[in-house]
Antibody, heavy 120, light 107 residues
């Protein structure tokens, strides 16, 4: 059974760095073809893909945010991470992590999402 | 970046009607398009993969079609539980993108 769960700070101030953790079970990021992606959704708005990390440590970033994003993983603890530097109010959103498989390239399992608010 | 344009933004229907939702890509993406349903306050759920392939557990009234730049999600005889937002996503490029979504609402 595949599950994913996001965790984050809840609230942070402008210019700070947002650190998010995705803790998952039912698959391993050391298995060939496996990946985890991060997607966010401001309240009442659409989905925005942020970044993917793959089993071989290959990484891809949304070009519009690339300079601010860092994705990483800890295969031993079944976790993936996303850092966003220099946040502002536009980064207020629900952040999701989701599983991807290189053979399929779609998000087949999603976490419940974690809400992050950027406010002074 | 590959841009996905979904239309209409909102579709108002009555239960029992059949509907078609459109997703248009800014360049040819073969069949590398996937559809998701998002109900209020829930995470998105995969509905259709690779333009037309069904997903286990998804009702058969949902179907997809298209290739190249034009794609369609069809719902045959909409049911009350189908009122939600639908997104398309492309994986032709390693830099994924989502469409802005189509909201299916009760007329």
């Amino acid at each position: 059974q595949v599950t994913l769960k996001e965790s984050g700070p809840g609230i942070l101030q402008p210019s700070q760095t947002l650190s998010l953790t995705c803790t998952f079970s039912g698959f391993s990021l050391s298995t060939y073809g496996m990946g985890v992606g991060w997607i966010r959704q401001p309240s009442g708005k659409g989905l925005e893909w942020l970044a993917n990390i793959w089993w071989d440590d290959d990484k891809y970033y949304n070009p519009s945010l690339k300079n601010r994003l860092t994705i990483s993983k800890d295969t031993s603890n079944n976790q993936a991470f996303l850092k966003i530097t220099n946040v502002d109010t536009a980064d207020t959103a629900t952040y999701y992590c989701a599983r991807i498989d290189r053979r399929n390239d779609y998000f087949d399992y999603w976490g419940q999402g974690v809400m992050v608010t950027v406010s002074s | 970046n590959i841009v996905l344009t979904q239309s209409p933004a909102t579709l108002s229907v009555t239960p029992g009607e059949s509907v078609s939702l459109s997703c248009r890509a800014s360049q040819s993406i073969s069949t590398s398009i996937h559809w998701y349903q998002q109900k209020s306050n829930e995470s998105p759920r995969l509905l259709i993969k690779y333009a037309s392939q069904s997903i286990s557990g998804i009702p058969s009234r949902f179907s997809g079609s298209g290739s190249g730049t034009d794609f369609t999600l069809s719902i045959n005889r909409v049911e009350s539980e189908d009122f939600s937002i639908y997104y398309c996503q492309q994986s032709y490029s390693s830099l994924y993108t989502f469409g802005a979504g189509t909201k299916l609402e009760l007329k």
